[in-house]
């Protein structure tokens, strides 16, 4: 069992991870199917303007689209996770890869709203299973702060991702439009199904499934009721809400009322990605050295008071220009809370549901999302209110969870 507060293993007590190491490809490889999920939300944000005209929709018909990947990953992860326990993690990691590339390939080529919302959804479904998988593959190598740290550094490869994406969306769609740019990401799907061949070994071996069968079947789901395991994962799924808020309306704010244009939009997108990126390297450096709640709290805390600036902006009609700074404070710190809350909520999680512990997070995580990605959108492209409201209603659910999750100091007894 781990201290989860500080990151230490307890003494005396067995390490339940399989202790096999984590090399450079198997970490690059989870790293670029967790990024996935970032390719297929950035890449084509530049070019949402673009596609209300060329599909015939509207903002929120575009925004569905988005909507509907993030749901297909939420509802993608509650099955591959608990298929992944009992089944072992390769079988179903490649399956999901080849039904991402699939369903890339009809999004790219779908010649209505509709279809692309329907391509959209499937494709979250198989994008799903890098995501919950390659959690569970590293909960099965290891626990705590070793976890903690294999975490923050597969984030932070995969942080490369909504850093390029914008900037490249924004520079290809002219030349490319947002067809090519779906045409990318199936570009990348088939890349990262050739390196889970290459590279994704067998983490779960059979042995291990039969001689957790048992436990598996006495503790399922409710394995995962606890104050630890529920609260980190609110303050995961909700940090991640505000985040996700961010990048559905992120178009429509830069360009449509800050007046960026399609480049100049990745650009900032990219800077505030780069503000990410640099919070979790410092999160990955510090873990065992600060506690991973420490670090969690203070990313949130941070976030927080940066969410309550652009609440106020927004409330006095501030020039729009003025949201890019507060904008980034909210997004950097995150950084110190994805990698370590997944840790923290992880490291409550039995041995035998790691795969369905990983997948109610991811699950939660996207349903999240996908509820954000609407939220923002509802009074149209020319008003940050809404963005700022959800933003700060998932702010103080996420220090709330956290909070919840805190263990309760022991009472001395009586004399």
């Given amino acids: 069992m781990t201290d989860t507060g500080t990151g230490r293993q307890a003494a005396g007590t067995p390490v339940q991870a399989t202790g096999k190491a984590i090399g450079a490809g198997l970490l690059s490889t989870l790293a670029l199917l967790m990024g996935l999920a970032s390719f297929g939300i950035d890449l084509y944000l530049p070019a949402f303007p673009v596609m209300t005209t060329e599909l015939s929709t509207t903002a929120t018909g575009v925004q569905l689209s988005l909507t ?21 993690r390769v079988v179903p990691l490649v399956f999901g890869a080849v039904l991402f590339v699939a ?17 959209r959804l499937v494709q979250g479904l198989g994008g799903a299973a890098g995501m919950v998988i390659g959690r569970a593959i590293i909960l099965d190598r290891a626990r705590g702060t ?9 984030m932070l490869i995969s942080g490369i991702a909504p850093i390029i994406a ?12 947002w067809r090519g740019l779906l045409g990318i990401v199936t570009g990348l799907g088939v890349i990262a199904l050739a390196c889970v061949l290459v590279f994704v070994r067998e ?27 529920l609260g980190n994962t609110a303050a995961y799924a909700f940090g991640m809400a505000i985040m996700m808020a961010y990048i ?30 640099i919070a979790t390297t410092v999160a990955a450096r510090l873990a065992g050295r600060v506690s991973l709640r420490g670090l969690t ?12 600036a652009i609440v106020i902006l927004t409330l006095t009609d501030a020039p729009a220009g003025w949201l890019m700074v507060p904008l980034f404070v909210a997004i950097a710190p995150l950084g110190l809370v994805f990698g ?40 149209g492209e020319h008003t940050a209110i809404p963005l700022g409201v959800t933003m700060l209603a998932a702010a103080i659910i996420a220090l709330l969870g956290l909070l919840l999750a805190t263990p309760r100091p022991r009472r001395e007894p009586a004399a």
């Fill in 68 to 88: 509907a990947f993030l749901i297909g990953a939420g509802a993608g992860q509650l099955v591959f996770g608990p298929w992944s326990d009992r089944a072992g």
């Fill in 103 to 119: 369903a890339s390939v009809t999004a790219t080529l779908a010649g209505s709203i509709e279809l692309l919302v329907a391509a």
């Fill in 146 to 154: 070793e976890a903690a740290r294999a975490l923050s550094i597969m």
């Fill in 166 to 177: 914008p900037v490249a969306g924004g520079a290809l769609v002219g030349p490319v439009g």
């Fill in 203 to 229: 983490s779960l071996p059979r042995e291990i499934r039969r001689a957790r069968a048992g436990t598996a079947r006495r503790g399922g789901w409710r394995g995962l009721i606890s104050r630890a395991y």
């Fill in 248 to 277: 559905s309306a992120s178009p429509f704010v830069y360009q449509d009322m800050i007046g960026l244009s399609a480049v100049a939009y990745g650009i900032a997108f990219a800077i505030n990605a780069v503000g990410l990126m």
């Fill in 297 to 308: 709290l203070t990313g949130l805390t941070i976030s927080l008071a940066a969410v309550v």
């Fill in 340 to 379: 370590n809350a997944t840790a923290l909520a992880m490291s409550a999680v039995p041995p035998a549901a790691t795969g369905a512990g990983s997948a109610l997070l991811g699950a939660v995580q996207f349903a999240l999302a996908g509820l954000v990605a609407a939220l923002v959108g509802i009074a």
